[in-house]
């Protein structure tokens, strides 16, 4: 029997195993000596591996993310954390313009091996700076890998693939998970950056999510059992490089396709993949497909404008029907 | 001039050498582009080159040095081959950046140079962090950021001087002040324009130093890198210096009316390499034979560079596209 972690304690656990197994592993970031900033994802750090290689900073995104990057091309695996995703906006010139292009326009010779690890904080009447999910603005960057992982073993092991990995990867992940609990292997291993898993099989219609969607995905196949639809559960764990063959072979065998995704719907990760599937596998789809996204607005304080923003299971169990009767 | 007696017979004659060398490149280059035989936006570095070999004199090839958009004089003085440099503006597949980066984005790793960025100011957190990586790998190496007094109109700027005191790195940030900010005077740009004096704000030793007087940038430098190198952190160190030609390209803006006559030739008089060169024929450390000789040297090496570009063949096009990823 293997034992269970919360998603939080398998993001600690990679850490601690990656600083332990590399030396030059090093975590930096605004909070990770904070006892609430990154949650329980860094407790104890800093006493273990001292304030060297767990270096806690100033706020200076911009600043620390181009140290970051510097110290990558100079032989470091350095994993930066940025607690509040909202404020990788300010880190966006040193991930687009550098990190991203450095591979590239040194013709090969150079390469940034960095972990960006930005969380989503939404929900509690944070509102609209505190509560943005950024996946599509990073997914839309040549240079960049992208992963959002849903469960405790996911974020264990693309958290450790993506600091052995030897190009810049942004590991997003959502506080509304960081209570989940799963079994989490003790070992260090790695989960395949590129590589999406069907969670659940169904033959009827095709559900693409991603990070905490994935949650709410199942949630919503459960509903639809009882309902005699069979939802097939795809959870997408990386956005670039793109498992686009997971999700092409379920929509030709489905016919039927949602996208679910906890950014805006406007040029959002439903965009790109109701286009791959429209370029590469139209002629299976039986109904047109659908997105279960944020609407294009900034998120809103209240708690009953928050209910209703964010998309949840039973957006996703409407658009299955609505999808099913348009199918006939 | 002054201290010359403290610097090596040796590193005059190196620094003189990495002068003339990037100032006759670079004039070559602006022949070039007039020609429309280079066509990559080259930002030249002719009147500064007192900057570029003055510090890197006090380098050994494990120091890094990040560059900007006016990367050439970094490049040279660091110890970069010419023909990689030429075919890189020729956009060759034998360039130093395979032809993928152009002027403005040189690389040559082997020298100490992992990449000059067209970002204004976006090389100098990267060069904090290698000395950052530096100090957790237990080496003496440092980091050098070359950057103009454009830079310290960005924020990064002031959050990478903050850190890089803060943790005491092993960098040594040069500005190389040469009053304009693309088409602005520096007096438009900065509310306080004594770039040196905001050192002090981040606790750090700021100086500002005539960065035409080759002696002076090398020893200044020599000893912002001794204190870096023996754990007592960065130091900020402005150049007061000057582009002889415009922000980009081979002429000289006068035209625009964005400086005026009267200021470009009073810089010239302040010829970098033509003060140098009198002061070391004076004190005997070369002589006019030497500087003759040396001087065809460079200028066969430049020929040579000049062959190697144009024949050199352009990248495989089935690779422009992917090799994003290592």
Redesign the interface.
């Known amino acids: 029997m293997m034992r269970t972690l919360s998603y939080a304690q398998a993001i600690r656990e990679a850490l601690e195993q990656m600083l332990r197994e590399d030396e030059k592993v090093?975590l930096i970031g605004q909070g990770v000596t904070s006892p609430w900033y990154v949650g329980a994802t860094t407790t104890g750090l800093v006493d273990r591996f001292g304030s060297?290689?767990v270096?806690d900073?100033?706020v200076?995104e911009?600043?620390?993310?181009?140290?970051?990057?510097?110290?990558?091309?100079?032989?470091?695996r350095p994993v930066l954390v940025h607690p509040r995703l909202d404020f990788m906006y300010y880190a966006m010139?040193?991930l687009a313009?550098?990190a991203a292009n450095?591979?590239?326009?040194?013709?090969?010779?150079?390469?940034v091996p960095l972990t960006v690890w930005g969380i989503i904080n939404r929900g509690g009447e944070q509102a609209a700076q505190h509560s943005q999910a950024l996946q599509a603005v990073f997914m839309h960057l040549?240079?960049l890998?992208v992963v959002m992982p849903s469960t405790p073993y996911d974020a264990k092991g693309l958290l450790i693939a993506a600091i052995k990995d030897?190009?810049p990867v942004v590991f997003i992940d959502d506080r509304w998970l960081y209570d989940l609990s799963g079994e989490v292997p003790e070992e260090i291993y790695n989960v395949p950056l590129g590589k999406g898993i069907v969670r659940k099989r169904g033959a009827d219609i095709t559900i693409v999510s991603i990070s905490y969607m994935a949650t709410e995905a199942l949630a919503a196949a459960a509903i639809l059992t009882k309902r005699h639809i069979g939802a097939e559960v795809i959870d997408l764990r990386s956005l670039k490089p793109l498992d686009e063959a997971i999700i092409l072979k379920s929509v030709k065998k489905t016919g039927r396709l949602i996208v679910a995704d906890g950014g805006w719907k406007t040029g959002g990760i439903g965009a790109e993949i109701v286009s791959r599937v429209a370029e590469k596998a139209m002629i299976y789809l039986k109904a047109p497909p659908r997105r279960v996204a944020l609407p294009d607005t900034p998120a809103p304080a209240s708690r009953v404008l928050e209910e209703c923003y964010y998309p949840k299971a039973r957006d996703i169990v409407a658009a299955a029907a609505a999808i099913m009767q348009e199918g006939q | 001039m002054t201290d010359t007696q403290a610097v090596p017979r040796a590193t005059l004659k190196k620094m003189y050498a990495a002068m003339l060398r990037i100032r006759r490149f670079e004039e070559k280059v602006a022949r070039l582009i007039s020609l429309n035989e280079i066509i990559c936006p080259c930002h030249l570095y002719i009147g500064q080159e007192a900057v570029a070999a003055g510090v890197c004199a006090n380098l050994r090839q494990d120091d890094?040095v990040?560059s900007t958009h006016r990367s050439h004089g970094h490049y040279i003085a660091k110890g970069g081959g010419l023909k990689g440099l030429m075919a890189e503006l020729y956009g060759k597949a034998d360039?130093c950046?395979?032809?993928?980066?152009g002027s403005m984005?040189l690389?040559a790793?082997e020298i100490g140079l992992?990449?000059s960025?067209a970002?204004v100011a976006?090389?100098?957190?990267?060069?904090?962090?290698?000395?950052?990586?530096?100090s957790?790998?237990k080496k003496d190496s440092v980091?050098v950021a070359f950057f103009g007094d454009g830079a310290v109109d960005e924020?990064?700027w002031y959050?990478?001087l903050?850190?890089a005191s803060?943790?005491k790195l092993p960098v040594i940030f040069i500005c190389e002040n040469n009053l304009y900010s693309t088409h602005m005077p520096l007096s438009a740009c900065l509310a306080d324009t004594a770039i040196a004096k905001k050192a002090a704000a981040f606790g750090m030793p700021g100086v500002c130093i005539d960065g035409n007087n080759a002696f002076e940038v090398y020893n200044t430098t020599q000893k912002a890198v001794a204190d870096a190198r023996r754990g007592k952190g960065p130091a900020l160190i402005e150049c007061l210096t000057y582009r002889w030609l415009g922000h980009v390209g081979p002429n000289d803006d006068l035209d625009k009316g964005l400086r005026g006559k009267k200021e470009v030739r009073a810089w010239m008089r302040k010829d970098p390499v033509n003060r140098l060169e009198t002061e070391l024929l004076k004190q005997r450390v070369i002589s006019p034979d030497y500087k003759d000789k040396l001087a065809r040297e460079i200028d066969a090496e430049i020929a040579a560079a000049y062959a190697f570009a144009q024949a050199a063949p352009y990248p495989d096009v089935k690779q422009a596209v992917g090799?994003?990823?290592?």
């Open positions: 090093f060297e290689r270096i900073t100033p200076s911009s600043g620390i993310t181009g140290m970051a990057v510097g110290a990558a091309l100079a032989g470091m010139d040193q313009n550098h450095w591979h590239y326009m040194f013709g090969g010779q150079l390469s040549p240079g890998k030897d190009n | 890094w990040f360039g950046s395979g032809g993928y980066g984005h690389a790793p992992p990449g960025s970002i976006g090389t100098v957190p990267l060069a904090a962090g290698a000395a950052l990586a530096f957790l790998q980091a924020g990064v959050e990478t903050n850190f803060l943790k090799r994003v990823f290592k």
